[in-house]
């Protein structure tokens, strides 16, 4: 705009120039009109003037639209630059969001990462804890089970040394019964047993006999606590 206005007062300029050049050329023709005389040479003078002035114009307008053209091509590529400009403001808008929004996705993904991290850390504490306790839970069922074992093993021992006690009586019974049933014979068959001296040993023999059933007894129950102790 700066240019053109230059341009327009240039042309303004030079019009008054022209103008004033004519005038001078009219004021010479009314001089040499109340001359007597015209002469030749002063009419190819004002001729040559007005072709320079003619010359001056066209060289002029010319020079406007060189300038005009000039102008048209500045704004043009005013209008191109302020375009690529705007286009190079709407890309890093865009590329500005596009980070923003890579950013926010990432910090997102890192949020959810540490989450999941955190879930799974929780897991493996909460699974270590469970495996303790029940290792602990086992540690204590193994040694109930091995205090249990060893009872049974201290019963198993003490019911087979019951089982050993009982046979022994047993056997010391029926040799007790054993003598006293051979004592019985050998004075019955030489008859000198009265009828009250023999019942009475029969009674003897028979509570030997009846010993030796209640220790059968007892050997039962010991041989069954032997295999009670022996599952």
Do not use: C, W
């Not at 002035?53 to 010319?62: V, Y």
């Not at 091509?73 to 596009?98: G, V």
């Amino acid at each position: 705009m700066k240019l053109r206005t230059i341009t327009l007062f240039a042309g303004l300029f030079v019009a008054q120039v022209s103008l004033a050049q004519v005038e001078e050329v009219g004021s010479v023709i009314d001089t040499t009109i109340t001359a007597p005389v015209i002469t030749t040479v002063e009419q190819a003078t004002s001729e040559a003037e007005l072709k320079t002035q003619k010359e001056q114009l066209k060289a002029e307008q010319k020079l406007q639209k060189e300038q005009e053209k000039a102008i048209k091509a500045e704004e043009k590529a005013a209008k191109e630059k302020a375009k690529a400009e705007e286009k190079a403001r709407k890309e890093a808008e865009k590329a500005k969001k596009a980070e923003e929004k890579a950013a926010k996705e990432k910090a997102k993904a890192e949020e959810k990462a540490r989450k999941e991290a955190e879930k799974a850390r929780k897991a493996e504490e909460k699974a270590a804890k469970e495996k303790a306790k029940a290792e602990e839970k086992a540690a204590k069922e193994r040694a109930k089970a091995e205090k249990a074992a060893l009872k049974r093993k201290e019963q198993l021992s003490k019911a087979n040394s019951e089982v050993s006690k009982v046979e022994a009586k047993i056997a010391k019974a029926k040799g007790d019964l054993a003598k006293e049933q051979s004592k019985f014979d050998i004075k019955k068959a030489k008859g000198s047993l009265s009828p009250q001296d023999e019942a009475k040993l029969k009674g003897k023999l028979l509570n030997k006999q009846q010993k030796i059933n209640s220790l059968g007894l007892d050997l039962i129950k010991a041989k069954e606590k032997v295999n009670k102790y022996s599952m």
